[in-house]
């Protein structure tokens, strides 16, 4: 009677996936931070807020030195984004450019990476507003998805 032997072979491998952090804020100061712990149902003027889960909302003002990049980086939640001056380009996964300049906003939510630069030689100042889950952070640091822009 024979030996059956089974040999299994598990292989290892490790990637490293870089993230790209952000560069040449000058400031970016938390100024009010706040818990929500029951569900939002709100339903007005055919603005509509849904949360099923406790939230924290939390507002940011960041100042942007010339040159300046966030990073590739995605947020959980959303976050409302209003230029107070200056000039940004918001750039998304798939490579595509927006300006935005004072007195204008913009908003960022989903799992998909994006990218913000100030891509001039004045400085930008931007208020963000963000309703995150409950003690999740404000971003994530993703890597790049194969655009030119860092």
């Not at 963000?128 to 889950?133: E, F, G, K």
């Amino acid at each position: 009677m024979g030996v059956v032997l089974t040999l299994a072979l598990a292989a290892t491998v490790t990637v490293v996936i870089r993230a790209t952090p952000a560069i040449g804020f000058i400031s970016a100061a938390i100024l009010a931070r706040g818990a929500l712990t029951t569900p939002i149902h709100a339903h007005s003027d055919k603005i509509v807020l849904l949360a099923q889960q406790p939230t924290d909302h939390v507002v940011q003002r960041i100042v942007w030195g010339a040159g300046s990049s966030s990073g590739w980086h995605r947020h959980p939640g959303v976050v409302l984004v209003t230029v107070q001056s200056g000039t940004l380009v918001f750039y998304d996964s798939d490579c595509v450019a927006q300006t935005f300049t004072t007195g204008q906003s913009f908003w960022e939510s989903g799992k998909r990476a994006g990218l913000v630069r100030n891509e001039t030689t004045a400085d930008a100042t931007v208020y963000a507003t963000y309703i995150v889950p409950a003690g999740a952070p404000l971003r994530i640091d993703l890597p790049n998805p194969g655009c030119l822009e860092d």
